[in-house]
């Protein structure tokens, strides 16, 4: 299962984390996933909860942020939202467009209580 690989690196990032910074339980973490990600959030939900079972992320809360896709045309440099991979630019109608957002898994923060 991709998504449960895409888990264990999200638990990896965080157990760094928190040898870095000496932090002993995350309470929330935020995710960035791109529309084309091709990512499963409720599968990702499921793997999370599985992986973080006795780790940093127990019983941290989860926040996933979508990331809509965005696209520069290659003929006129226009930026817009992406449908899907084969819209063309809606300002000249070139279909060699660049896909600059939107296939990203970021952890975007890590949010943890010092007290
Ligand atoms: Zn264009």
Known sequence: MHE???A???LDIANEYSERENVKAVQEIELEIGSLSGIEVDAL????????KNTVLHNA???IIDVPARARCESCSHE???EDFFSP????GAFQ?????GQELRVK??????G
Do not use: G, R
């Open 8 to 10: 264990e690196q999200i």
């Open 61 to 63: 809360k989860v926040t």
């Open 45 to 52: 939900t499921f793997a999370l909860d599985v992986v973080t």
């Open 97 to 101: 467009t660049e896909t600059i957002q």
């Open 89 to 92: 630019c809606p300002e000249c």
């Open 4 to 6: 449960l690989s895409i």
């Open 109 to 114: 923060s890590l949010i943890v209580n010092d």
């Open 80 to 82: 817009f939202l992406l």
